[in-house]
Each structure stands twice: as structure tokens, then as C-alpha cells.
């Protein structure tokens, strides 16, 4: 089974850029958009749906908002590049232990990576959708999943408990109650 | 002594049949509480230096700290070694700033608070349990090895922290240890007692399938001082600790190829110029890291790179290495030969990013929609600045200037524009969403706004 290194893609358009402004788009560190983060957050998983829906999922929870439409990944498997087992940061220990870093010397290596995954920029695509994530996180919910339960538990979180107990397109939408 | 506070630290004892008939103790073996000392001090480095989020620890914490014994117990081998730091009198000048706020004081009472701490990670890395005891620097170990140096094979040593005094009102557990400070010495953010292995994670954790370890997997917190075992450092122990300590013969090495960045905390050149050593050395702590520093042996056609850098950045310089990280059986790093040496450029100061237009939701939402208008920002900024802005700001203020970036010349903007607009309802914005999804001319948008049209 193909092993996947599956990143955060922030930009579609991304693909439609010269090379610089790709790999400025989709590896650009988050504090200094200039700066091309070398060592790269990845998580290691299996290729199939089910694996990249629970990471992706996982993910945005630990670190974001309810998402209000799909999610894209881009898997930056297939390249001889370190990559090391340096433990997540979510509240799930899937991902914690999934976790890796790819690890580049600098950012001439780096853009010999970025210009090959834009050549097969469509095939290292992969999408989840925000049913399948609220799908994902109600089945959890009903399995007494402890590490689902604990995040729907926490008041920094209360956004996620609410978006998971209302039907999909019932949710309430940031900002349009004060319009 | 009387311009200190006197806290107990800990409690050594030796034992052994020459110690049993309390007749005191032979002055080499009083040798082995230097090494307990180094040992102690090391490790509060460590924890203060993590906690406190600084490279360095401040001038004359360690200075002002003193490590003491008073006496012997009678009729014992064991004595109490005492912690002073200097009391925190509002009166005195040297210990006060420019506007009569203690200045020195939090650095000195923080930095004490981890010599106790250290007292309590020692004992627990003495005690045997789990891989503690092999996490811990080498020069830290090769103190404790020290420390029980001039004992024979019959005869131990103990360490039994005494826990830390409390400087803010007790809990329900109450105060192991308690004692009367001056408010401004109570205020000082007590950091809470974090799990061993934190502060102590090996550098070289394992690659991808190297290793079955699991270091991401939680292990259990710091045990409270009374639950603690008292470890007995006897001949078995002192054995294990010289075998940690021993340099590994080279066919026990592992050899795998390591990439790392962090800040210069030494370079040493000199065997160039004395034919020492092949190459020079730069001693860096590394990013993601806390523990001791790693040493990069590094090549000779790297030192023009190492030390123009230093001269450059006036000896403040960070450097990527990427080369051969020798590992011993227990994936400890022994040596580390760079292969590649690159100058990390500095941090800019007036970098932007999406977290700088985070910050600017919570902090200046008037600005973030100033840099919304057009010729601004350059477009790849442009692009999460309006996602960011749709995301956090209302509808009232945010949506105009969004609907505005949708016909924006860059597909890259009007993607972020899509996603900024996401949460946000109205005619006009869905329809303007919808032409998107059926008009443009960027594939990329397209895709973008069908999947933000599905899900309202």
C-alpha cells in the first residue's frame, strides 16, 4: 500500500504560478511568508480515504475552526529527503505519533521537490470534504471515542461540539449575526 | 549568611559497612558532592532555560545561589545540603531596577526553584525508572559518576530531595516546605511541574521505521517528592553509569544522516591552526530541541563560512547542518561530522505572514482591512491576508473589500478572497460565488468556489 506525507495545501491557484511563487504559497513559513520552511510538517499515512479523512480531520481540530468547505492535502511522498519522527502537536495521538518532518538542507533542494510535486500537482491531490469530516466526527461520537469526547468537552473548543451537533448547512456562519 | 534564605535541598547519605560505625567521613569521599553539585546546577540550566524560553541564564543567577552543607548528622553519614539564595529585601539597591521593581530577583528565585527541581529529576533518574537515567547529558552523568568515585563495592550512595518551598498560599496538599516572602518575591509565576521527559527528549529520536520507541506516546509526569523512590547509587548503579558514560567503541556506532538547525554557542577552530584535530567544531543548540547543546565536528572548507558568519552577525549566527549523526545503541548521538554547512538568514523583524494578519484580528482589525485595498500587499500576501480578514472580521466590515478581491487580477487573490467570504451569507455573495465557480478563468478557482458553493 502507497504511503502518503500528507501536508496542508493552502492554494489551489498555487499550481496556475511560476515555480518561486508556488513553492512560496505551499511552503512558505507561517510567521514570514518570504522564508521557505525547510522542515516541512507532514503527516505519514496510508492511502486510502478513511486515513486522510481521520488526519485532516484530526488536524483542523487541534488547530483551527470548524472548516466551512473542503480541506485539500498535497502528499509529498516519492522523494529521497530525511524525514524525521518528530511527535505531533494535536490532541489526538494518531496524529501525534504520525507525525513527521521533512527535513531539507536548504531552499535550492527544497525547490527541486516543489517543481516536481507541480508537475504532478493533480495527482498529489487530495480532497475532504466537510461532510465527510462531520460524518467522520459524529461516528467517533457515538463510539465514545475518549479523544473526540475530551475536545467536544473543552470550552476553547465549544465552536466544534456546536458544529458537529447541527446538521450540515444548518450552522450558524461567522460574522452574519452581526450584520 | 544572614543576607540569605536557607532552604533545605536535599539529604546525601553514604552507607556501607566503613560507614557504620558513625565515625565520621574520610575526606575523599566529600570529593563526590563536587560532582553533585556541577550535576545539580547542570540540570537546573536545562529546566530554566526551557521554562523561561532564554538561550542564556541570566549574570549572577548561578553566582547568587549557594550550594551548602552545615554539618553531619551525629552518629551518621548523611548531612542536608542547603540551598541559599539572597532574600528579596525591598531596601536593597542592587537588587532593584530603574523604577524600584526587583529586576535580578525573579531571574535568581526562578533559577532556584530549578535547582530543586533538579534535585527532584536527579533522584528520579537515579531511582532506575524507565530510561531516565540514559536521557540525561553525558557530562551531567559523568558528574554523577564522579560523585560516588572514592566508594567501594560494598558501599552507596543516596540522594533524597526535600521538594520545593512554596511561595504561593498552600493548597489542599499543603506545603512540603514553607517560608515567609516579601509580596513582590510572590508573585513570581510558579512554572508547573512538567513531565521528565520534556526537558530531556534525546536529540536523535528515531527515523521513520528505525526504531520501535514510541516518543509520542505520553509518559507519566514528575512524581511529587513524597511518592518518590530513594534510589541507592550502589556498585551495580555506578556501573551502569560508567558504561553511559564510556565512549562507545566505533563498531557500536550507527551511522544515519541527520539535518538540524539552531544557534552557535561555540566554535572552536584552533585544532586547524595546531594540527590537533582535522576540523573545526561549532557547538549548537538546536531548534525543536531542549537538552544540551550537539557538537558539529565540521570540514575545513567550511570555516571561511562559520566564522565570516560569526564576525557578520557579531557572534549571534545560526546554521543548518545536514552530515553523519553517529548513534550509539541506544540512538544516543556520539559525534556528529557535518557534510553540509549553511548559514540560516536571520529572523526579520518586520516579516509578515498569516500569523502577523492573525495578530491583526484581535489586535487592529482597521489595519488588516487597510492592507485589503488594492496595491498594498503584494498578491502571495494578499491571498491569506483576505482569508484571514473573512475568518475573523463581521460581515459588515469584511465583505465589500472581499467581493472587491474577487475580481482581483491574481487567481491567487481571488482564492483567498473565496475562502474569506466562506462564512459569510447574502445574495450578492453567493451569486458572485457562483460566477466564479462557473466563469473564471483560473481552473484552481473554479474548483475552489464549487466547494465553497457546496457546502452553504
Known sequence: MTILLIRTLKRLTAVEESLATFATLTFGSYKDIEVLDLDLSVYLVDDDEEQVTKVRTEHCASFSSPPLSHEASLTLHGFPVEIAEIPGATDFSFTRQQHREMRFIDNDELLKVAAVVKGEFERRQRFTTAEQMWEYINQRLIADDEEWRTLCDNRKKKKWKKWAATPLGQNELPGTEDV | ?456
Open chain 2, 1 to 456: 549568611m544572614s543576607d540569605k534564605i536557607w532552604e533545605e535541598l536535599l539529604v546525601w547519605r553514604l552507607s556501607g559497612p566503613r560507614f557504620d560505625e558513625h565515625r565520621g567521613v574520610d575526606l575523599s569521599d566529600l570529593a563526590g558532592l563536587v560532582g553533585l553539585r556541577i550535576a545539580l546546577i547542570e540540570v537546573a540550566k536545562i529546566l530554566w532555560r526551557e521554562r523561561n524560553n532564554r538561550e542564556r541564564i541570566p549574570d549572577g543567577a548561578e553566582k547568587a545561589i549557594d550550594l551548602r552543607i552545615k554539618r553531619f548528622e551525629d552518629g551518621s553519614e548523611q548531612t542536608t545540603v542547603w540551598l541559599g539564595r539572597p532574600k528579596p529585601v525591598a531596601s536593597a539597591p542592587s537588587q532593584r531596577g530603574l523604577f524600584g521593581t526587583p529586576v535580578v530577583l525573579d531571574d535568581i528565585a526562578s533559577f532556584a526553584e530549578s535547582i530543586h527541581d533538579a534535585a527532584a529529576v536527579l533522584q528520579s533518574a537515579l531511582s532506575g525508572e524507565g530510561d531516565e537515567l540514559a536521557r540525561l547529558p553525558r557530562e551531567i552523568l559523568r558528574q554523577l559518576q564522579l560523585t560516588g568515585r572514592g566508594l567501594r563495592d560494598d558501599e552507596d550512595w543516596t540522594i533524597q530531595a526535600v521538594g520545593k518551598p512554596q511561595l504561593e498560599p498552600a493548597g489542599n496538599d499543603g506545603p512540603e516546605y514553607s517560608y515567609n516572602l516579601p509580596t513582590a518575591a510572590r508573585t513570581i509565576a510558579r512554572p508547573e511541574a512538567q513531565p521528565f521527559y520534556r526537558y530531556f527528549l534525546p536529540l536523535d529520536r528515531p527515523q521513520a521505521g528505525e526504531s520501535p520507541v514510541d516518543t509520542a506516546q505520553p509518559r507519566p509526569p514528575m512524581v511529587p517528592a513524597s511518592a518518590r523512590i530513594v534510589p541507592s547509587v550502589d556498585a551495580a548503579l555506578r556501573a551502569k553509569l560508567e558504561t553511559l558514560v564510556a565512549p562507545p567503541k566505533p563498531s557500536d556506532l550507527r551511522i544515519v544522516q541527520r539535518t538540524l538547525s539552531g544557534e552557535v554557542t561555540m566554535v572552536d577552530v584552533d585544532g586547524l591552526a595546531e594540527g590537533r584535530r582535522p576540523h573545526g567544531r561549532v557547538r549548537i543548540r538546536p531548534e525543536g530541541h531542549v537538552g544540551e547543546p550537539v557538537e558539529i565536528e565540521f570540514l575545513p572548507q567550511d570555516e571561511e563560512l562559520v566564522t565570516s558568519a560569526l564576525y557578520r552577525h557579531n557572534n549571534k549566527v545560526r546554521l543548518r547542518v545536514r552530515g553523519d549523526a553517529h548513534l550509539d545503541e541506544r540512538g544516543r548521538l556520539r559525534r556528529f561530522e557535518a557534510r553540509i554547512v549553511v548559514e540560516v538568514k536571520a529572523p526579520n523583524p518586520n516579516a509578515m505572514g498569516e500569523e502577523y494578519f492573525e495578530r491583526l484580528v484581535e489586535e487592529d482589525p482597521s489595519r488588516l482591512l487597510e492592507l485589503l485595498q488594492p496595491g498594498v500587499l503584494d498578491p502571495t500576501l494578499l491571498t491569506f491576508a483576505a482569508e484571514i480578514a473573512g475568518r475573523g472580521l463581521p460581515t459588515s466590515l469584511v465583505v465589500g473589500p472581499l467581493l472587491e478581491l474577487l475580481r482581483h487580477d491574481r487567481s491567487i487573490v481571488r482564492e483567498g478572497a473565496l475562502y474569506g467570504l466562506r462564512g459569510h451569507r447574502g445574495l450578492e455573495v453567493t451569486t458572485e460565488i457562483r460566477r466564479l465557480a462557473e466563469t473564471d478563468s483560473s481552473p484552481g478557482v473554479r474548483r475552489a468556489a464549487e466547494g465553497v458553493l457546496k457546502s452553504r
